[in-house]
């Protein structure tokens, strides 16, 4: 039987990458369809049901496990664009930006952190993946963090702000080396992301 092929459109990213997790497609089972045909001795129906392929452990729980992640991007997104691209902090704008990463970037990407952390994929190498992705957002979160600090004064701190570039640096490359091991991942299963 020749194994069904879906669609998963996923675009992982996070601040500098550009986007928000959002799988778009479909992965659910083809409509029931039947054809009628009419000739001259009498008319005929042909059943072109089509059966929903068997899933292997592994497809399911990747299945499960990008389900999972769907739920997440809620928090990702509105912290995301609460802190928006990246800004040059001034003394003039170092108060908005404080309120910003207070009020709702760093709450929101807590709670995003907090959620990826409670995703326990079966796969052993879905799971070391997605440790990867857990990695690479908490040094995100930790360089929201360090920017929240460094603004929290009347004067910005520079070497704050600086620590707090770095972990961003850091989380991206981990987040850009789940992306690549996620698609390879899904590739191998049988599905184009």
């Known amino acids: 039987m020749k194994k069904r092929s ?35 001795e009498g008319y005929s129906e042909v059943d072109t049901t089509e059966e929903e392929p068997v899933l292997s452990a592994d497809e399911q729980d990747f299945l499960d496990y990008m389900d999972a992640l769907v739920e997440t991007t809620v928090y990702e997104k509105k912290a995301l664009d609460a802190i928006g691209g990246s800004t040059y902090v001034t ?12 009020n709702t970037a760093v709450p929101n990407y807590t709670k995003y952190v907090s959620m990826l952390k409670q995703i326990k994929p079966e796969n052993a190498e879905l799971k070391k993946i997605h440790a990867k992705l857990v990695k690479g957002s908490y040094a995100q979160l930790e360089g929201y963090l360090l920017f929240k600090k460094s603004v929290s004064k009347t004067k910005v701190n520079s070497a704050v702000l600086k620590q707090g570039n770095a972990k961003i640096a850091t989380g991206i490359k981990g987040i850009e080396q789940y992306n690549k091991e996620i698609k390879a991942y899904a590739k191998a299963l049988g599905y184009d992301l």
Do not use: Q
């Open 91 to 102: 003394s003039s704008n170092r108060k908005s930006i404080f309120l910003k990463l207070n």
């Open 6 to 40: 879906w669609v998963l459109s996923i675009i992982m990213s996070f601040v500098l990458l550009g986007g928000v997790f959002a799988p778009a497609g479909s992965y659910a089972a083809a409509a029931e369809d039947s054809t009628t045909t009419y000739s001259e």
